[in-house]
């Protein structure tokens, strides 16, 4: 009964690098979602996914992209690592139909040097 | 366009007192309402959740939260703090399916301290 898995926990980038969080949820979830997490800002959606196949811009999407996989699978790439994204990142999956909320994964802690 | 307002992002109590931390929406429609606990290095927990009908929503841990449609509020109490209830809360609202699939929209977060 793992929830959202997201892998990996922790990472450090230089500059310039490129990288794919992973995560992935076994409760049969139509919607996944990325945000990132910062002192002082809360949470910001960077993406979601609907459903299986679509994918949709949230707050802060430039530097990233995503992939649903699969109806388990949500991936989020930073094509090109900036030390702005330095921050804590955590995919959620819900339902999608409004009233259930959401299960967070435990977060990946990224560092770009 | 739903929003969420949490006042104070730090709040300080003492062990044993009592635990307010206010969180008020705005919604075009009837929301439903969450509050999150976050402990440090762990991701979002779901503590209680609004929907429809008992407007005063009991959750784990001894928090309640009571949703007043008159005040568009969803204030988390709980009657005494514990030393273990230093964490980061955050409200949250959902117009329901829509928008950014469920829509949920978060506050900003209030860290919790609690002064032995």
């Known amino acids: 009964n793992a929830g959202v898995t997201q892998t990996p926990k922790f990472q450090v980038l230089k500059t310039g690098q490129s990288m794919t969080l992973q995560c992935a949820q076994d409760m049969n979830h139509n919607s996944m979602y990325w945000y990132r997490q910062d002192p002082g800002m809360g949470l910001r959606l960077i993406y979601y996914?609907?459903?299986?196949?679509?994918?949709d811009k949230g707050e802060v999407p430039n530097g990233y992209n995503v992939s649903r996989l699969n109806k388990r699978e949500f991936s989020l790439r930073l094509e090109s690592a900036a030390p702005s994204q330095t921050s804590v990142y955590f995919c959620?999956?819900?339902?999608?139909?409004?009233?259930?909320?959401?299960?967070f994964g435990s977060g990946t802690r990224l560092t770009v040097v | 366009a739903q929003s969420v307002t949490q006042l104070g992002s730090h709040v300080s109590v003492s062990e044993g007192a009592l635990v307010l931390l206010r969180c008020n929406y705005s919604?075009?429609?009837?929301?439903?309402l969450f509050w999150y606990v976050q402990y440090p290095n762990q991701g979002l927990q779901l503590l209680l959740k609004?929907?429809?009908?008992?407007?005063l929503v009991k959750g784990i841990n001894g928090f309640e939260a009571e949703f007043k449609k008159s005040e568009t509020s969803f204030h988390l109490t709980k009657p005494s703090a514990h030393m273990s209830d230093a964490a980061e809360y955050f409200c949250a609202v959902s117009e329901g399916v829509g928008g950014g699939a469920d829509g949920l929209t978060f506050g900003k977060g209030t860290h919790l301290i609690i002064q032995p």
């Open positions: 609004y929907t429809t009908g008992a407007t």
């Open positions: 959620a999956s819900s339902l999608g139909q409004g009233f259930h909320g959401y299960t």
């Open positions: 919604s075009s429609v009837p929301p439903y």
């Open positions: 996914s609907a459903s299986e196949g679509t994918t």
